[in-house]
């Protein structure tokens, strides 16, 4: 049981690259997120996903996409990007998985993005 | 518009106190809290979590109390040890809809031997 994993752990763009950091949970959990973590910050939600085929913008979506094909897997695109999306990303899942408490969240390790 | 403050942004005590972390926010009306530890570099790893009909929730050395009409919570840890330096923040969520769930900018400690 590998939890959530997320790839790559580091990646430099120049402005204007587009790429996509993957996400992939293995607890079959309903509901997948996208944050940011910018330097000294609390967390803020980019997009989320309450099933397969669902997401909605979270706090901060513009100049993000992101899709849900299966349970599974939640990439996170950037299409045009830009300095101010040098951040820190994490994603993370959430629903019932070994007797515990429903919406606990659990955290990737997170992806270092510098665009430049 | 919920917000979540944690004060003070970094604390530092000797090996072996006891000591509290804050949590306030502004909205009362949560579905559940959430306590996080983050390592430098690291993503979350979730400590505790304090659904809304609750009061407190204990693990090991680390107890998070909720009192929803003052709008607080507090995360307590006995006996602290080095290996606690972390930096702690808290979430809360408005209902189990996944996009109200607001984060603290967390508090740094450090625990000095």
């Known amino acids: 049981n590998a939890g959530v994993t997320q790839t790559p752990k580091f990646r430099i763009l120049k402005i204007g690259q587009s790429m996509t950091l993957q996400c992939t949970q293995d607890?079959?959990?309903?509901?997948m997120y996208w944050y940011r973590q910018d330097p000294g910050m609390g967390l803020k939600l980019i997009y989320y996903?309450?099933?397969?085929?669902?997401?909605d913008k979270g706090e901060v979506p513009n100049g993000y996409n992101v899709s849900r094909s299966t349970t599974e897997d939640f990439p996170l695109r950037l299409e045009l990007a830009a300095p101010s999306q040098t951040s820190v990303y994490f994603c993370a899942s959430s629903g019932i998985s070994g007797g515990r408490s429903s919406y606990e969240q659990y955290f990737g390790p997170g992806t270092r993005l510098t665009v430049t | 518009k919920q917000e979540v403050t944690q004060i003070p942004a970094a604390l530092s005590v000797p090996e072996g106190e006891n000591l509290v972390l804050n949590c306030s926010f502004t909205d009362s009306a949560i579905y559940n809290l959430q306590w996080f530890r983050q390592d430098p570099g690291k993503g979350l790893t979730s400590l505790l979590l304090?659904?809304?009909?609750?009061r407190e929730q204990t693990s090991g050395r680390l107890n998070a109390s909720l009192d929803k009409s003052s709008g607080r919570s507090t995360l307590y840890i006995a006996a602290s040890q080095p290996g606690d330096s972390a930096t702690y923040l808290c979430?809360?969520?408005?209902?189990?809809?996944?996009?109200?769930?607001?984060f603290g900018s967390g508090t740094r400690l450090s625990i000095r031997p």
């Open positions: 607890m079959n959990h309903n509901y």
């Open positions: 304090i659904q809304s009909s609750q």
């Open positions: 996903s309450v099933g397969a085929g669902i997401t």
């Open positions: 979430a809360v969520s408005r209902y189990s809809s996944a996009s109200k769930i607001i």
